[in-house]
Structures are given as C-alpha cells and as structure tokens.
C-alpha cells in the first residue's frame, strides 16, 4: 500500500485527509518520525512555506509528503495577518493574543469594510524533489 506523509503531528489533519483519501493510501502524521526536522517556515508566501515544508519531509522520509500553510488575509490589514497568523502577536503568541491583536487592529476599521479570507496552499513533494500546488 503506497503511503503519504502527512507534513504536521495534528492527528486531525491527518484523519480528514485519511478519509478523504480512502484505504487505498496510508497517510502517516510527522508522529511516525520523532526525529523529522522542525521546519522553519520562513517563506514570503503560503505557497512557498507549503512547498518547503513539503520538500524537507519528503527528503528526509524518503517517501511523498503533504504539507499545508494557511491563516487569516485580512483586505483592510493589507493581508494580515497573512503568513503569520500563528505568530502574529509573537512568536509564542496563543490563538487568545492573536486574536486580541486582530481586534485591537481592526478598530479603527468601519464594520462594512471589514472583509477576509482564510487562505490556505498544499503541496505535494516527492523524495526526487518535484512538487505539485494547489
């Protein structure tokens, strides 16, 4: 049975792209290799830490790797958070201070214009170093 990497520990990630996937491919999480580099996702774009994300486990693994990057692109913050939705509050920031700090910048922004989208990039990368991105 072929086996895809799954390029993150969140079990539920894994899960919904198992059910998507079917019984036809085994998905494995980062779960299975405890000692899979920590990648530092240091791109300017969703695509680009996706792609990097991807190519680091496949290359390490030596098997095809998934690997998303997403957040929040907020049209009156000029995209932000964007990339750094995670962190936007800091590096260690929780989703509660993320949060707050959206808020407090969105303050001054009138309700009607206030408009966003969740963004969100995959990519496919094989242990030769090709990928595919949605």
């Known amino acids: 049975m072929p086996i895809l990497i799954l390029a993150t520990r969140n079990q539920g990630k894994r899960r919904e792209i198992q059910d998507m996937l079917g019984?036809?491919?085994?998905?494995?999480s980062l779960d299975a290799f405890p000692n899979a580099p920590e990648v530092i996702e240091d791109g300017e774009t969703f695509?680009?830490?996706?792609?990097?994300?991807?190519?680091?486990?496949?290359?390490?693994t030596?098997?095809?790797?998934?690997?998303?990057?997403?957040?929040?692109?907020?049209?009156?913050?000029?995209g932000a958070p964007g990339i750094y939705s995670a962190r936007y509050a800091g590096e260690d920031a929780t989703d509660e201070a993320n949060n707050?700090?959206?808020?407090?910048?969105?303050?001054?922004?009138?309700?009607?214009?206030?408009?966003?989208?969740?963004?969100?990039?995959?990519?496919?990368?094989?242990?030769?170093?090709?990928?595919?991105?949605?």
């Open 23 to 28: 019984s036809e491919i085994q998905v494995v």
């Open 62 to 78: 030596g098997l095809s790797a998934l690997a998303d990057d997403s957040g929040l692109v907020v049209d009156a913050l000029n």
């Open 100 to 134: 707050a700090k959206l808020i407090e910048n969105l303050n001054s922004i009138p309700t009607n214009q206030r408009t966003a989208h969740f963004c969100c990039a995959m990519a496919l990368a094989t242990p030769d170093g090709s990928v595919q991105t949605t």
């Open 47 to 60: 695509e680009a830490n996706a792609i990097k994300k991807a190519r680091e486990i496949a290359k390490y």
